[in-house]
């Protein structure tokens, strides 16, 4: 042993001998712990301090009842020993029901999932199924319909797919038929929340008040004002002045709907970059939309060729 020596707690160099305890200083050992602030009490001594017995008042994780628990015990991380007040957690679930509520003794971290399954509806209100509770909350949106004169409400969940069937103010027009209007696509209707006051045409005069190019106003056209909505968008003569998804300005004059395909010529280079392919504008737009990616020439792979020389050149 060196000439010089500290005590178990580090306070005193060459303690006094102690026949109970040799090396010790036979102080308070006061050292402190890393799992609290409370010293430890004992008299100095060799090894860990023991886990601290200090009383404390802690709420239980489920109702923040006041428990009683030694010190150690509230600090401690593993969940199995962390102090609970026994009775059933009670606490709502994440389905958001206010009815369901956590049966589990109180415990720490997150309640489990509700298992009640429940029948939901879609936005049209013409199909349901079963879904775990609380499935799709955040996108509930408040529908209603008459039905054989009967008033219904519901919150659907979810849009099942199907073409819409109800009909515009106009009582002519279904929604699932307008796709195109004013000359700009958009998807067609499906399945979606309803009102019992029916929705404007789209088609209706006083929702389309230009030609469907958009360049002039339709009260400085002949047939002004249309009558109601089935009566033809009048057009204005002018080259239509949209571009289409190529980048290429539509070749015909002012008219409704979508705009014809590109048949314009463009260069692109192949993959390897060694030859300029001429393709159709339309044909490299359907390659694009379908995942096919660059154009490919004929020419064997330079990048290939030297791989496959210098695989069969170190074999040789």
């Known amino acids: 042993m060196s000439a010089h020596h500290r005590c178990f707690c580090g306070r005193m160099t060459n303690p006094p ?38 009383a404390l008042v802690v ?28 009775t059933d957690c009670g606490r709502e679930l994440s389905c958001g029901n206010m009815d369901h509520m956590c049966d589990s003794p109180c415990h720490y971290g997150p309640c489990r999932p509700c298992e009640i399954m429940e029948t939901v509806r879609c936005y049209c209100g013409n199909h349901s199924k079963q879904e775990a509770c609380g499935w799709n909350k955040d996108k509930e949106l408040y529908s209603t319909r008459i039905v054989d004169g009967v008033e219904e409400h519901w919150k659907g969940r979810y849009n099942c797919g199907e073409p819409c069937d109800q009909f515009f103010d106009c009582g002519v027009h279904p929604c699932k038929e307008v796709s195109l209007v004013q000359g700009t696509k958009a998807d067609r209707q499906t399945c979606h929340p309803h009102s019992v006051v029916p929705l404007p045409c789209p088609y209706s005069p006083s929702k389309i008040t230009r030609c469907p190019c958009g360049a002039t106003h339709l009260s400085d056209l002949p047939n002004y004002p249309r009558p109601d909505c089935l009566a033809p968008v009048p057009t204005c003569g002018q080259r239509c002045p949209k571009e289409r998804p190529c980048g290429h300005k539509c070749p015909r ?12 010529e463009v260069v692109r280079p192949c993959r390897c970059g060694e030859s300029q392919l001429v393709v159709g504008c339309d044909v490299l737009r359907e390659r694009m939309e379908q995942g096919l990616g660059e154009m490919t020439c004929e020419r064997v792979c330079k990048a290939l060729r030297k791989w496959v020389v210098s695989t069969f050149m170190g074999l040789s």
């Open 17 to 54: 001998t102690n026949q109970v305890a040799p090396h010790s200083c036979a102080d308070i050992c006061s050292r402190k712990r890393n799992t609290c602030s409370h010293s430890c009490p004992l008299p100095c001594h060799p090894g860990p301090c023991p886990p601290c017995q200090v």
């Open 59 to 86: 709420p239980c994780p489920s109702h923040n009842y006041p428990l009683t628990v030694k010190c150690h015990m509230s600090s401690n991380k593993s969940t199995s020993m962390t102090p609970v007040c026994g």
């Open 253 to 264: 004059t002012c008219h409704e709907g979508s705009c014809p395909p590109c048949h314009e």
